[in-house]
């Protein structure tokens, strides 16, 4: 008898099809509650921020609620946007340019404007371009009348056009011919190099007006205008058009430097070398900002000098002769950083140590370790470690250099035969933290499926640091051993971050009543600063990262661990992020 299965079919039993749609159905239907609970969360994160005290604090949760929404709700998220903005406005129209502490005034919204300019161009070009110039920072106060301070305002307008030149590559090109009418930001070049790859006709329209634009500078006067001419020569080629470079792949587009053409290339240098070939002989007859600026180009120039003997060969003499010239006037050090520019870039640790030889004694330490760390990070950790036992004089940077190289060497392996040297390598450094940081990084590189060596190594990091949190150190050690725990043991984990936030709510009320008296503030008004509030917001930060990778596989725990958190202001920085990871987890599935 025989069987043949040629014409058979599989038939699918009614009930297991049926199952398969029931277990479908309800993974939908759980996604969609969560989908809900994660936005009735936002809400709710919002909602509580309108109690702060702090404009920037609300501005903050604000601008990234409004981030979150805009998918789900365009139009409210643009409202949100547009009301934060007014608010931060108002911040910046409140700071007093003649206020002796002008700059610690301006740091937190300068900081937030940066975030949500960012925010909204991925969203609105326009509504980033409004946003911009409703908000405009006031101008910084001139320390040095002799040195033109870069514009922060036209940064971030470059900022915008980069970023928006793939969708609106129009609009980019008008932001950055109305930018050059106002002055000169290094920044141009970074969108110079946007629309080369994307426009070339409209990336040289942009280099000839920028080269119109630094012809009317004195460039060793105007930093800015210096970095960007600098720039442009370290965009352009080193091969000729005709001869392609050996690793161009056949039917790949040109490099983009070339199509700047070698007559860009040329009058740039002739702008740079005229400037400098201008220079007084002696550092001594310029200002300090001028003598940085011109330091600054000349060492620049000398890296580059194979470039201008082939596009510039008569000025190549003379530069010389100014380089020296000027470097002689200079102090010893700082004459043989300058000196040896090029071989501390692109020299070989040999080429470092011969080097070495050369420069006062009291740097020479400098260049071997530089040395030390070419050969590691060429793969020769042998030679590496020769090099510094056999050269570094200073015993504190010999040895810490030594260790530094063995941690290296072992976080970058996750080879079970590691744990062995890891526990010979801890009784040498000097301090628990040391011990801990080099535990978890060799466990953060484990593989996921290396458990046992990975807790083997975990348990031993939390024995030596137990239940202490006296100082930062030992709290800090603690998160870090908590956020390593989420990939081999989240129970773990759980345990530790409901201890942090107990020890957080216990430090933060000690801190408000000792603010006045401490040398570091982080309250204002008496609510804790979000953003760069000093250690107390930094914590936060690391046990909020560390729940919202949590909070994927209990939501509920998370939340009623950081609903321990005492304070609105603490608890809505420890939620923000878990709502972020939700929100933007949800959207890739």
């Not at 000169?184 to 080369?196: D, G, K, P, V, Y």
């Not at 080629?237 to 392609?244: E, F, G, N, V």
């Not at 006037?329 to 300058?338: C, K, M, V």
């Not at 040999?350 to 070419?374: H, M, N, S, T």
Request: hydrophobic content about 40%; aromatic content about 4%.
């Amino acid at each position: 008898m025989s069987i043949s299965l040629a014409s058979s079919t599989v038939t699918v039993p009614p009930a297991f099809s049926q199952l398969q749609a029931d277990r479908g159905r309800a993974q939908r239907d759980k996604q969609r509650a969560l989908v809900r609970k994660a936005f009735s969360l936002l809400d709710e994160v919002r909602g509580e921020a309108q109690t702060l005290k702090r404009p920037e604090n609300r501005v903050r949760i604000q601008a990234i609620a409004a981030d979150l929404l805009w998918k789900r709700d365009p139009e409210r998220a643009r409202a949100l946007f547009v009301e934060a903005g007014q608010q931060l406005a108002e911040m910046m129209r409140s700071i007093d340019v003649n206020d002796p502490d002008f700059y610690g005034q301006i740091n937190i919204p300068a900081q937030l404007r940066q975030e949500m300019l960012f925010m909204i161009s991925q969203r609105d070009a326009i509504l980033a371009l409004e946003f911009l110039r409703t908000t405009r920072q006031p101008p910084p106060p001139q320390i040095d009348p002799s040195h033109k301070e870069a514009d922060p305002e036209l940064q971030l307008e470059l900022s915008l056009a980069a970023q928006i030149t793939d969708h609106d590559p129009a609009m980019a090109l008008r932001m950055a011919e109305e930018n050059l009418e106002k002055g000169l930001s290094s920044e141009i070049t970074n969108l110079l190099q946007r629309f080369m790859a994307q426009s070339p006709q409209a990336g040289m329209e942009l280099a000839h007006r920028l080269l119109r634009k630094l012809r009317s500078e004195k460039l060793t006067a105007n930093r800015e205008a210096a970095n960007v001419a600098l720039n442009l020569l370290q965009m352009m080629p080193r091969t000729t058009p005709d001869k392609p470079a050996a690793d161009q792949v056949p039917g790949e587009p040109e490099s983009q430097a070339f199509i700047l053409g070698e007559d860009v290339y040329r009058e740039v240098i002739d702008l740079v070398t005229t400037a400098v070939l201008h220079l007084p002989p002696s550092v001594t007859g310029l200002s300090f900002s001028e003598r940085d600026t011109a330091q600054y180009m000349l060492t620049s120039l000398q890296s580059m000098m194979t470039q201008i003997e082939k596009y510039a060969p008569a000025r190549v003499n003379a530069l010389r002769a100014k380089i020296t010239q000027f470097n002689n006037s200079l102090d010893p050090q700082t004459r043989a950083y300058n000196e040896n520019q090029e071989v501390m870039q692109t020299g070989t640790a040999d080429d470092l140590i011969e080097a070495a030889g050369r420069v006062p004694a009291e740097i020479r330490d400098q260049f071997y370790q530089q040395a030390a760390w070419k050969a590691a990070n060429s793969g020769d950790l042998v030679r590496a470690r020769q090099i510094a036992s056999d050269h570094i004089s200073n015993s504190y940077q010999r040895n810490s250099f030594l260790l530094d190289l063995e941690r290296t060497a072992l976080s970058n392996s996750a080879d079970q035969s590691k744990v062995e040297q890891v526990l010979q390598l801890l009784p040498r450094l000097r301090s628990v933290e040391e011990r801990v940081m080099t535990l978890t990084q060799v466990v953060m590189g484990q593989p996921a499926n290396n458990q046992r060596s990975a807790l083997e190594l975990l348990n031993l990091a939390h024995s030596l640091v137990g239940q202490r949190t006296d100082d930062s150190a030992h709290f800090n050690a603690q998160l870090q051993i908590a956020q390593a725990y989420i990939r081999f043991e989240p129970a773990r984990s759980f345990e530790l971050y409901e201890q942090a936030i107990d020890r957080l709510n216990e430090l933060v009320g000690a801190a408000v009543v000792m603010d006045g008296f401490s040398c570091q503030r982080q309250f204002k008004d008496g609510e804790l600063v979000l953003q760069g509030g000093g250690s107390l917001a930094g914590f936060l930060d690391q046990c909020a990262n560390g729940l919202s990778s949590l909070a994927q596989l209990d939501l509920e725990r998370v939340l009623a661990i950081t609903a321990r958190l005492q304070r609105s202001e603490t608890r809505l920085k420890a939620r923000l992020p878990i709502v972020q990871n939700l929100v933007s987890q949800l959207a890739l599935e």
